[in-house]
């Protein structure tokens, strides 16, 4: 009772004792439209409404659907997938670079020294993306952590592990660009990124390749990177 008294004595002091009805209208309207508020902004949250969700990723060696986006996109993830062209091919020359010793020299004790290039990769994904991205697999011994120190993506020491339009490939002694003016066909290699990012059936080709010169035991790498229907 004595809280009610206080709670109308400093109404009076606010609103004046001739404003007192109107004071109360305004009160219980203030404290409705809180409450209306609230009962929004919980009913927001329920739903997942709130902006700052974090949205769902393709999960570990999977693919999900993707949005072509526009030209401009198009060209960002073009540019990503020649960056990524340029990432393997330094990887194939620099593993060719390091020195081998080889099984028999070992056992012979023998001091021989050999160069080679890695052997062909497995194509990460198996199949080219079409209007998807692929969440590369970080289990052993799948996608880009398959192979060996002679072989595949550990030889030449390249990943990626955020989800990606494009299929990448390392082969030796073959091509998947059969118009490159570079192609490789025997002692060399090609690193591409394939993609069909507007799913259109159309593929897009990006290799850029290195080929043994026998004479000089040195690789030379094609002058620039091959590309075919790049907006696709």
Known sequence: MRTERIAWLLLVAACGVAALGSCKDEKASDDK???DDDSKSKKKRNRGGDASATPKVASGGKFTAADSGG??????YSAQAKNKVAAISRGAYAA???EHVGAEALAEGIDVTTHQLCETAVPVPATVPRRQEYQPSPNKGEDF???????????LGFSVDRP??????YTKDGSVA?????VCDKNCYEAAAVGDIDGDG???????????????????LATQIYIQNEDE
């Not at 990606?164 to 490939?169: C, G, K, N, P, V």
């Not at 159309?202 to 030379?220: E, M, N, P, W, Y």
């Open 71 to 76: 030209l401009l996109s198009r060209k960002s």
């Open 202 to 220: 159309v593929q897009s080709v990006f290799a850029r390749t290195g080929h043994l010169d026998l004479a000089t035991s040195r690789i030379k």
């Open 96 to 98: 060719y670079e390091r």
């Open 178 to 182: 059969k118009d490159n003016p570079a």
């Open 145 to 155: 952590n398959s192979g060996d120190a002679t072989t595949g993506w550990k030889c």
């Open 164 to 169: 990606m339009r494009y299929q990448f490939r």
């Open 33 to 35: 439209s809180s409450s």
